[in-house]
């Protein structure tokens, strides 16, 4: 399936949407943490949330600002690109969240169309929590030249694989996995949960969250920068590479890059590179 340039609607890059609010509780960081298998006691009691957490006051939002440019007859085109999440506060248990979103850009690629959108969370006190952009990839579609901005870079530095990785993290998923994200994140998304419809989109079957995913990468970088401190994590940024299904175990490979700066990549047992450019950085 291709489009044209005038179908996506860049009028609509750089609108910023009214702000709307999201009430969080302890139980819903809890609920979060559980469905990701999070271990981190301070996420597992919900004092603070875990970092990709921050998705859920912003998904719906962040998903809108992306529609208000992409066609919606393309909506079963697309996919999730990239992540990328700047942290700046901790969001806590029992107060309200902020959040306004705007596409920021658009991209044509090889095979298809990138639309980037980037979320603003801040706290009843007008705080800033959370800065993300969510990078959509619009399969088979065409535009004639970018527009706007695209996210930050978070490449993987090739020179690092002259050395084994620094630490190495073995996880797997459970055979719900995908049932019990949905549920506590707000993405109710079939692929997730129908294994018919999955297939008939071409899936192997019913696949993992690639933000399921994301938050597990979260907890083996974690574990290994700062163990003594979630908080001392200020971003995490990834690339979806390929899909995970229930069961799968999956490898995070962490490699030290520099002071505070640490690249990684997650494969499956069977060799499915899942996540690739994962960036995080520890102050």
């Known amino acids: 399936?291709?489009?044209?340039?005038?179908?996506?609607?860049?009028?609509?890059?750089?609108?910023?949407?009214?702000?709307?609010?999201?009430?969080?509780?302890?139980?819903?960081?809890?609920?979060?943490a559980a469905a990701t298998n999070d271990p981190i006691q301070?996420?597992?009691?919900?004092?603070?949330?875990?970092?990709?957490?921050?998705?859920?006051?912003?998904?719906a939002f962040?998903?809108?600002?992306?529609?208000?440019?992409?066609?919606?007859?393309?909506?079963?085109?697309?996919?999730?690109?990239?992540?990328?999440?700047?942290?700046?506060?901790?969001?806590?248990?029992?107060?309200?969240?902020?959040?306004?979103?705007?596409?920021?850009?658009?991209?044509?690629?090889?095979s298809g169309v990138t639309v980037t959108v980037k979320s603003e969370s801040t706290d009843a006190d007008g705080k800033l929590l959370v800065e993300q952009y969510m990078t959509s990839f619009v399969r088979g579609a065409k535009a004639p030249e970018a527009v706007g901005e695209t996210a930050p870079l978070h490449a993987f530095d090739e020179e690092l694989r002259s050395r084994p990785p620094d630490a190495e993290s073995r996880q797997t998923f459970d055979a719900d996995q995908t049932y019990r994200y949905a549920e506590a994140s707000g993405d109710p998304m079939p692929i997730h949960t129908d294994d018919a419809l999955a297939k008939s989109m071409g899936l192997p079957g019913i696949i993992i969250h690639g933000l399921c995913t994301m938050a597990f990468t979260s907890v083996a970088v974690i574990q290994h920068a700062c163990p003594d401190d979630p908080l001392r994590l200020k971003r995490l940024a990834v690339r979806f590479a390929k899909p995970l299904q229930p069961g799968d175990t999956i490898t995070t490979r962490i490699w030290n890059a520099s002071s505070g700066t640490f690249a990684f990549e997650t494969e499956s047992d069977e060799g499915v590179l899942a996540i690739k450019d994962g960036l995080a950085e520890v102050r």
């Open 42 to 59: 301070s996420h597992h009691d919900g004092e603070f949330a875990s970092p990709v957490f921050a998705i859920v006051p912003a998904f």
């Open 1 to 32: 399936m291709s489009t044209t340039a005038n179908e996506f609607k860049t009028d609509a890059i750089g609108r910023w949407s009214e702000p709307a609010t999201f009430e969080v509780t302890r139980e819903r960081i809890q609920a979060y």
């Open 62 to 110: 962040a998903g809108q600002a992306a529609l208000q440019v992409i066609p919606g007859e393309l909506l079963m085109m697309v996919l999730h690109g990239e992540q990328d999440f700047h942290f700046h506060a901790p969001i806590l248990p029992d107060t309200t969240v902020t959040t306004r979103a705007a596409a920021i850009g658009l991209r044509p690629r090889s």
